[in-house]
């Protein structure tokens, strides 16, 4: 009985165990955090486009280049022109912005992130 009395505690061991776990936790977090905060701008900036008045009347060619412009401004260069699908369906106009992000974490290891947002415009 005297001998469960001294097993109290974590080991040196285990406590190493533990940090290493919890230092890679961060790691990939630090990696894949900017590429979620880049999406909250990709999504503020779609719902921009479609608070904007008379936005759904401009050509398409007009509002690809007010998302690129707005995306350029905020510093985000992995989604492109090819990554904006916009389609003419009456008087409505629906905006598609599908993506994929890469980050490598180690070796061979790597996070793959997919992301797409929509908006609908409505010609007023």
């Known amino acids: 009985m005297q001998s469960l009395q001294k097993q109290k505690g974590l080991t040196a061991i285990?406590?190493?165990?533990?940090?290493?776990?919890?230092?890679?936790?961060?790691?990939?977090?630090?990696?894949?955090?900017?590429?979620?905060?880049?999406?909250?701008?990709?999504?503020?900036?779609?719902?921009?486009v479609k608070n904007e008045p008379l936005a759904a009347r401009k050509s398409k060619r007009d509002i690809r280049d007010m998302i690129t412009k707005r995306l350029y401004i905020?510093?985000?260069?992995?989604?492109?022109?090819?990554?904006?699908?916009?389609?003419?369906?009456?008087?409505?106009?629906?905006?598609?912005?599908?993506?994929?992000?890469?980050?490598?974490?180690?070796?061979n290891l790597a996070v793959v992130m997919t992301f797409a947002e929509s908006v609908e415009l409505s010609a007023n």
Do not use: C, M, W
């Open 14 to 48: 285990s406590i190493l165990v533990i940090l290493i776990v919890a230092g890679f936790l961060v790691y990939v977090g630090i990696k894949i955090a900017p590429v979620y905060i880049d999406h909250y701008a990709i999504k503020s900036t779609l719902q921009t």
């Open 74 to 107: 905020n510093n985000i260069r992995h989604v492109n022109r090819d990554h904006i699908k916009i389609e003419r369906a009456g008087k409505t106009t629906k905006i598609n912005v599908a993506y994929e992000e890469r980050r490598h974490i180690a070796f």
